[in-house]
């Protein structure tokens, strides 16, 4: 059974930093593609970062240059560090891992055929 359990969130005020950690198991972890993703109050649930299985990071326009992606083989964690934080960062924060299938986006097979986490919340004050 494929498990994917996030933690690392929190509130901090903006400017500040926070480190998530995704912890799977259940299957070969370098045989999964996956992502964070996110959804904030009254807002559709948006992919914020994904890496695939040469383990090359995208990153979505509005988190580029704060967020980074990182992965511990050893224990099958992906980590999402996020700097410089700001109230519109603050959102429920999905880890997914999925089967990277041919011919598709990243974002659209983790999201037809990954399995989720129960989210970790992020809150951001001014």
């Known amino acids: 059974e494929v498990q994917v359990v996030e933690s690392g969130g929190g509130s901090v005020q903006a400017g500040g930093s926070l480190r998530l950690s995704c912890a799977t198991s259940?299957?070969?972890?370098?045989?999964?593609?996956m992502g964070w993703f996110r959804r904030a109050p009254g807002k559709e649930r948006e992919p914020v970062a994904i890496?695939?299985?040469?383990?090359?990071?995208n990153y979505s326009a509005s988190v580029e240059g704060r967020f980074t992606l990182s992965q511990d083989y050893a224990k099958n964690t992906l980590f999402l560090q996020m700097n410089n934080l700001g109230p519109e960062d603050t959102a429920a924060y999905y880890c997914?891992?999925?089967?990277?299938?041919?011919?598709?986006?990243?974002?659209?097979?983790?999201?037809?055929?990954?399995?989720w986490g129960q989210g970790t919340q992020v809150t951001v004050s001014s």
């Open positions: 259940g299957y070969n972890y370098k045989m999964f593609c």
């Open positions: 997914v891992a999925g089967p990277c299938i041919d011919e598709m986006p990243i974002v659209q097979a983790l999201i037809v055929a990954g399995y």
């Open positions: 890496v695939d299985l040469q383990g090359t990071a």
